[in-house]
């Protein structure tokens, strides 16, 4: 029987060593009908340019210009060939059965647009991070992943449909992404899967938590553990995201609170901290949305790089 060809994704950036070891992982893989493709997004001396020799099986784009996670992984889509595509964090490392029961799920739910795995800490491999998420709290905007820092003791080995994927590890069928259309570019970092879940959901497609594939992933790698760059986008994306998403009553409620509330608050905190580079964040997040239109999209632009785009 023959398999379907899995496109396998990674943006990386600025971490060549991690994105090696991924891919080094992926010999671990019991289904062999797959592609990876690597997007550089443009990182400094062209950080992962040397990854070609090393793992010549892989389809290495560099970008002119850091395009953010989703527009990362838009560029890897402009040449994936695959019937299911695997968007998959660069800091994490596969187990053996992973895209095979991914496709298989997907094949057997046609309902089911995203498929998530369960999602364990590299650094403590029994402790879970993700194992499926309750939806967007209407008040705070923010979710609630079950299974979050609980033991792997065999409660999470279940299947089941979920509120919210996980960006880090999602497999989704090629036709569905060109019925939907790719993710948002101008979250650039955070909210971009749940935004795209939502456009998703308005079609009638469901997330579902795969407990029976599992994934390893090295936590906040990329970004740096509570940086004032991770402060600044999940401030101005949360923001966003209710600007986006949300309708009448639900929208002035969130928007609201999100604005006289947890702004003010979480600035003050950082304030009495002397964390100037966070307070500065959370207002620059305010002040962003306060200039920009919530459906615009960024002036650099994955679908405008065609020419510029270097493909080894």
Same mark, same amino acid.
């Given at each position: ?8 994704? %990674? ?84 187990? %053996? ?42 008040? %705070? ?81 990329? %970004? ?89």
């Amino acid at each position: 029987m023959n398999q379907p060809l899995v496109s396998i994704i %990674t943006v990386n950036y600025n971490q060549p060593e991690v994105t090696a070891a991924l891919l080094r992982s992926l010999s671990l893989l019991d289904y062999f009908n797959w592609e990876m493709i690597v997007v550089d997004n443009a990182s400094p001396q062209h950080s992962s340019a040397g990854l070609k020799k090393d793992f010549p099986f892989i389809t290495h784009i560099s970008c002119p210009f850091n395009l953010g996670f989703a527009g990362g992984n838009n560029v890897g889509l402009q040449v994936a060939k695959g019937d299911f595509v695997f968007f998959v964090n660069n800091d994490t490392e596969v187990t %053996t059965e992973l895209v095979k029961v991914l496709v298989n799920y997907l094949q057997m739910h046609p309902g089911c647009a995203i498929a998530c795995p369960k999602i364990k800490y590299w650094v403590s491999p029994d402790i879970i991070q993700y194992a499926g998420a309750i939806g967007l709290h209407p008040l %705070t905007s923010r979710s609630y992943d079950i299974g979050y820092l609980q033991k792997d003791d065999g409660r999470f080995n279940d299947c089941r449909e979920t509120d919210l994927p996980n960006g880090a590890a999602m497999m989704i069928p090629m036709p569905l992404i060109k019925k939907i259309g790719p993710m948002s570019e101008i979250f650039f970092l955070y909210y971009e899967e749940l935004d795209w879940v939502a456009r998703f959901k308005k079609e009638g497609y469901t997330t579902h938590y795969v407990g029976t594939a599992e994934i390893f992933h090295k936590d906040s790698i990329t %970004t740096g553990k509570n940086s004032a760059f991770k402060t600044f986008y999940l401030y101005r994306n949360r923001f966003l995201y209710i600007r986006r998403n949300y309708k009448s009553v639900r929208k002035l409620v969130a928007a609201s609170f999100f604005v006289f509330v947890s702004i003010p608050m979480h600035m003050f905190k950082h304030l009495t901290k002397g964390e100037w580079d966070h307070f500065k964040g959370i207002w620059s997040a305010f002040m962003w949305n306060c200039r920009h239109k919530p459906f615009e999209e960024p002036a650099t632009h994955s679908s405008t790089l065609d020419s510029q785009l270097a493909i080894t």
